[in-house]
């Protein structure tokens, strides 16, 4: 849909500006391919990749800011607020980083050093353009009885990794709201070990301001009581949510069909209720969240095209592939 036939639709920040800000993830093809969409119906990006350590910092004396300033250009154009994810993960972060001298890993030092350098770099940069980050991301394990997931920063550093970033981040721009961020964030076991160590980190003195409830639900879970449990729990901590990666598969995760080359009629009025009773319950603590942000902004691009299943089309959105509304779109509008 071009800007004009977005004309005639209500649009989706304005009607939620009461609540929080609406959000979605973007990446340098989607802010031209998605330009009037976004700049109509979300008042909050995202970049989904270009601000994650190996886009940004390949190399130790090397960093490559082009696409991730290309966002954040964009946001300012349009007036949007910008979101910066992820400082720390264990994911796409390069080889280099955890690597000393003669073939051996870092030492504890070596890799405080890069972090807090990485950290600083970034955040400065962008101080006073992106108001808040997900500074540590996805470091508690899912199903074990150990909390903290196994990654090259906590063998190195240890456990305090995650407050060290937390410090450094802070020093870099003492204004930015800082999150801790993860996914199967509803999940009994990961929920409560995630408000375990957002605890932790508080009784330390460590400056997290909130907590990134990701959203990657689908069409059957988390149920409405699981999230509202996890809301509540989290929110009991005094630290602000954001829903931070919202979608909803048509798929379940063991789903692995490939025959279908659009979301069936069913599908599309599952995902209508789901969405229909999610938002009912992020409204009912309005007080607590201050953003929703959907890992995307509408079907042509998601990145559960090919995951988990290779070669396989989803369709998780309020938009659909034209950029038109959809069934769910009207009834979270209602």
């Known amino acids: 849909m071009t800007k004009e036939s977005q004309i005639g639709i209500a649009s989706l920040y304005q009607k939620f500006e009461h609540y929080f800000d609406m959000g979605a993830a973007v990446n340098t093809r989607t802010i031209v391919t998605q330009a009037d969409l976004i700049e109509r119906h979300y008042n909050s990006v995202t970049a989904e990749n270009e601000m994650k350590f190996a886009e940004i910092h ?52 070596q890799l405080l050093i890069r972090m807090q350098q990485h950290i600083e770099t970034v955040v400065k940069r962008y101080r006073g353009q992106i108001y808040a980050w997900d500074v540590v991301n996805e470091a ?26 937390f410090h450094f981040a802070h020093q870099a721009d003492p204004n930015a709201l800082l999150f801790y961020n993860d996914y199967n964030e509803t999940n009994p076991v ?69 025959d279908l080359t659009e979301p069936t009629s069913e599908m599309l009025e599952l995902q209508a209720q789901r969405y229909e009773q999610i938002f009912e319950l992020f409204r009912e603590y309005r007080n607590s969240i201050t953003a929703v942000t959907f890992w995307g902004a509408a079907d042509d691009y998601t990145w559960l095209d090919d995951f988990p299943v290779k070669g396989r089309k989803n369709w998780p959105f309020l938009f659909d592939g034209h950029h038109a509304p959809k069934k769910a779109f009207h009834r979270i509008m209602k």
């Open 190 to 258: 990961k929920r409560d070990k995630i408000a375990a160590l957002v605890s932790s980190l508080q009784d330390q003195g460590v400056p997290i301001h909130g907590i990134g409830m990701q959203g990657h639900w689908n069409l059957q879970g988390p149920s409405i009581e699981e999230i509202r449990t996890a809301i509540e729990l989290y929110a009991s901590l005094g630290v602000q949510l954001q829903i931070t990666e919202l979608d909803l598969s048509v798929f379940e995760f063991t789903d692995r069909r490939t």
């Open 140 to 165: 508690i394990e899912d199903t074990t009885d150990i909390t903290l997931r196994k990654s090259k920063w906590l063998d190195i550093i240890g456990e305090d990794y995650i407050a060290k970033a």
């Open 58 to 109: 390949p190399d130790l004396d090397r960093y490559t800011f082009g696409a991730a300033d290309a966002i954040v250009d964009f946001a300012t154009n349009q007036g949007k607020r910008v979101r910066g994810h992820t400082l720390v993960w264990h994911n796409q972060t390069p080889d280099w980083v955890f690597e000393g001298a003669n073939g051996l890993p870092a030492t504890r030092d």
